[in-house]
T-cell receptor
Framework: NAGVTQTPKFQVLKTGQSMTLQCAQD?????MSWYRQDPGMGLRLIHY???????DQGEVPNGYNVSRSTTEDFPLRLLSAAPSQTSVYFC??????????FGSGTRLTVV | GEDVEQSLFLSVREGDSSVINCTYT??????LYWYKQEPGAGLQLLTY?????DMKQDQRLTVLLNKKDKHLSLRIADTQTGDSAIYFC????????????FGTGTRLQVTL
């Protein structure tokens, strides 16, 4: 009963590098989303998906890409990392939009 | 867009009650949530309330919702040191099952 799995848990990148944060859920949830958490700002929505093949932008999408080729996976791509993207990233999923399951987070540092 | 606001810090003595407040702007919110985050950890759902309810109680937790004033509160009875954490209020706007809007979080400090 894994729930939402995020990998890696920690990552350090150099400015300009690219990487993909992985998110997988095994609950057959239609809805998935990515948030970033910064001190004093709560969680802000980056991108979300209402089903395989459908994605949309959230509040802070710049610098990030997503795709949803399967129901289970919703990877978040940083195209060219910047220090402003240093944050903790959370992936979440829900089936009916009542109970949300969050992953344990990825702590990203861009130097 | 929708906005959710919380005070940043609350300090209470062990054994007292804690009340964490939240205001939101969207009158179309359907569900409102309280999450707890301990240092270095993810988000733990504490409780949630449907927008047509005024109150929900779950053991030491009581949620009050005033829809007219768009005000949500979380009361923790008999606060313990293990309750020290950041508490986030979040709302789900009608028709956006993928999207939660979070407050900035309230850091609860429990002193002996």
């Amino acid at each position: 009963n894994a729930g939402v799995t995020q990998t890696p848990k920690f990552q350090v990148l150099k400015t300009g590098q690219s990487m993909t944060l992985q998110c997988a859920q095994d609950m057959n949830h239609e809805y998935m989303s990515w948030y970033r958490q910064d001190p004093g700002m709560g969680l802000r929505l980056i991108h979300y998906s209402v089903g395989a093949g459908i994605t949309d932008q959230g509040e802070v999408p710049n610098g990030y890409n997503v795709s949803r080729s399967t129901t289970e996976d919703f990877p978040l791509r940083l195209l060219s990392a910047a220090p402003s993207q240093t944050s903790v990233y959370f992936c979440a999923s829900t089936n009916e939009g009542v109970l949300y399951t969050f992953g344990s987070g990825t702590r990203l540092t861009v130097v | 867009g929708e906005d959710v606001e919380q005070s940043l810090f609350l300090s209470v003595r062990e054994g007292d009650s804690s009340v964490i407040n939240c205001t939101y702007t969207d009158s179309s919110s359907t569900y409102l949530y309280w999450y707890k985050q301990e240092p270095g950890a993810g988000l733990q759902l504490l409780t949630y309330i449907f927008s047509n309810m005024d109150m929900k109680q779950d053991q030491r937790l009581t949620v009050l919702l005033n829809k007219k004033d768009k005000h949500l509160s979380l009361r923790i009875a008999d606060t313990q040191t293990g309750d020290s954490a950041i508490y986030f209020c979040a709302d789900r706007y009608t028709g956006t099952a993928s999207k939660l809007t979070f407050g900035t979080g309230t850091r609860l400090q429990v002193t002996l």
